[in-house]
């Protein structure tokens, strides 16, 4: 079974664990010389969290990630939904759209994480927030996944 961690903010909202990126790096460079079913987890909403990029996490971490996930935050402070809440991807003032899903699919398809014959995980997490219909927020999501492959580029 393997074990992941998810990196996260270190000063923003849940100032958790582990985070930014070469922290991360260098804590699974740790784990691994005594443990091989270790490895990250990197999430996109966390990127505007820790101030990064995708390019950046992605290459920083790429000897250790083992599961991609795919989420939406609110980094304005004041603002409602701050902080790592997994707002629908469009929430008012939040880091995460189709643009930023482009970017990150084609970070992935430039270092070579779609392989077929070894594929990673790749999940989302997005939630309803206030009255929201969790349906049509999944929907959305869906949606804003479509449009954002069909604009990498081939």
């Not at 460079?29 to 990197?42: E, H, K, P, Q």
């Not at 990630?65 to 989420?71: D, E, L, P, Q, V």
């Amino acid at each position: 079974m393997m074990i992941e961690l998810e990196a996260f903010d270190f000063d923003m909202d849940k100032a958790a664990l582990i985070g930014p990126a070469p922290y991360a790096a260098q804590f699974a460079a740790d784990m691994r010389m005594t443990n091989n079913n270790f490895g990250l987890l990197v999430d996109l909403s966390h990127f505007p969290t820790t101030y990064e990029t995708s390019k950046f996490v992605i290459q920083t971490l790429r000897p250790y990630i083992t599961h991609f996930h795919i989420g939406n935050a609110v980094v304005e402070k004041g603002c409602e939904a701050y902080g790592d809440q997994h707002p629908r991807f469009g929430f008012p003032n939040s880091a995460n759209d189709v643009e930023e899903l482009v970017d990150f699919f084609t970070v992935l398809k430039e270092e070579g994480f779609f392989n077929a014959k070894n594929p990673y995980v790749l999940s989302l997490e997005v939630k309803p927030w206030g009255d929201e219909d969790g349906d049509i927020v999944l929907a959305n999501t869906k949606r804003v996944i479509n449009r954002a492959w069909a604009l990498v580029e081939d």
